[in-house]
Nanobody, 119 residues
């Protein structure tokens, strides 16, 4: 099993910054994509940003230019630097890891961390 532990959420004013961290442990072989999703009240979970083991990244249009995802493979940790935060960024943020096992893929999820952007 893979365990994902997130940290770094909290309350921040509009225009502020937060940095989320997600540390992976357990059977962490062949995790080739890690990413962050978020879910706001009454909305579906959506992809925020993803990063492959080689460092290729992708972002939701709504966060491009404001959020940066990075990965430390030696520490099995992924980060999400969030700048210029807006009230609409308020959500529970979930860490995700996609693991390849033989011919299958498995999604692993963290417990979520709350990010609230409010004055």
């Amino acid at each position: 099993q893979v365990q994902l532990v997130e940290s770094g959420g909290g309350l921040v004013q509009p225009g502020g910054s937060l940095r989320l961290s997600c540390a992976a442990s357990g059977s962490i072989f062949n995790i080739y994509v890690m990413g962050w999703y978020r879910q706001a009240p009454g909305k579906q979970r959506e992809l925020v940003a993803g990063i492959t083991k080689s460092g290729s990244t992708n972002y939701a249009d709504s966060v491009k230019g404001r959020f940066t995802i990075s990965r430390d493979n030696a520490k099995n940790t992924v980060y999400l630097q969030m700048n210029s935060l807006k009230p609409e960024d308020t959500a529970v943020y979930y860490c995700n890891a996609v693991q390849g096992v033989l011919d299958d893929e498995y999604d692993h999820w963290g417990q979520g961390t709350q990010v609230t952007v409010s004055s």
